[in-house]
């Protein structure tokens, strides 16, 4: 059943999927490219850094930060009201609480940009957001214990996606043209390999719980190290940078064919009845 009254809330979802499909791009195309040229690859605070110093780079971090307060006005509407139809099951609530932590998660990235355009360097420094947030999150009581349960449900939102991936379940809410019917594998390939970056995240929250030292937590650039540090570690970033990649085309996708099944016409062919 569509509900009308919230079809305000869809200009802001495309523009928030807009938004996160230029943040991923900008992460992985100059973590490819600093990697090809002998470095390393760079995570959100140097990405943004780095945009900030190249040509348009206050139009490019002014976008992305619109863009990822809006998927954070989104991913918080969409877990609360359940404008997807998650249901009110176990699996249904940790979707839904995964939403939400994940737009809160990027709220801190358009915030981030936003302090960029303005001067304030908001993403400067060679200590991660996100272990920032986990410091200050420490401090208060129970605070370790919170990030234990944030360490739980990132590491569930991270099987949700691998799980999308697997399934394809994904494409019950894409709208069937002649891209997202053909060219699947690729959109599978992105959601799988942001599922392992979510599932590596998990494992530094939880590991800092665990040892209740805030600098054990991170985000893309602590995943990038610790992947580099294993065996072959070079050509899984460089795997990994081209699977991010690969989301970033399957949030423009979304951005511009995603159906919401509580706002969107019932009568939309998704690319599930086209292959079926």
């Known amino acids: 059943m569509t509900d009308s009254n919230m079809n ?37 605070s140097a990405a943004l850094k780095s945009i900030e ?23 918080i509407l969409d877990g609360v009201a359940d404008l997807e139809d998650e249901g009110s099951d176990a699996s249904g609530y940790l979707a839904r609480a995964g939403m939400v932590v994940t737009g809160l998660i990027h709220a801190a990235i358009g915030f981030a940009a936003i302090a960029l ?44 996606y691998l799980h999308k991936a697997w399934s394809k379940s994904y494409q019950t809410k894409l709208t069937a043209n002649h891209f997202t019917t053909h060219w699947g594998s690729l959109l599978q390939f992105g959601v799988a390999a942001q599922g ?3 599932i590596i995240i998990s494992g530094f929250l939880t590991y800092a719980f665990w040892t209740h030292d805030p600098q054990q937590a991170g985000g893309l650039g602590q995943t990038f190290s610790w992947l580099g540090d294993q065996v072959y570690g070079q050509l899984l970033v460089t795997v990994l940078c081209l699977g991010l990649l690969s989301f970033a085309l399957f949030l423009f996708v979304n951005a511009l ?20």
């Open 8 to 44: 305000w809330a869809l200009p802001i979802m495309r523009l928030g999927y807009a938004g996160r499909g230029i943040t991923y791009v900008a992460i992985a195309g100059l973590s490819l490219w600093a990697i090809w040229q002998g470095g390393e690859a760079q995570g959100t």
């Open 53 to 75: 110093t190249s040509p348009f780079g206050m139009v490019i971090l002014l976008a992305i930060g619109i863009g990822m307060l809006c998927y954070t006005t989104w991913r």
């Open 117 to 160: 355009v303005m001067g304030r360097g908001g993403a400067g420094g060679d200590t991660s957001r996100i272990e920032q947030a986990t410091q200050t999150i420490m401090a208060a009581p129970f605070g370790a214990w919170l990030i234990g349960a944030a360490g739980v449900i990132t590491f569930g939102t991270g099987i949700y």
């Open 196 to 198: 392992i970056v979510v």
């Open 257 to 276: 064919y995603r159906v919401v099944p509580r706002l969107s016409d019932p009568d939309l062919r998704t690319v599930s009845d086209a292959i079926s």
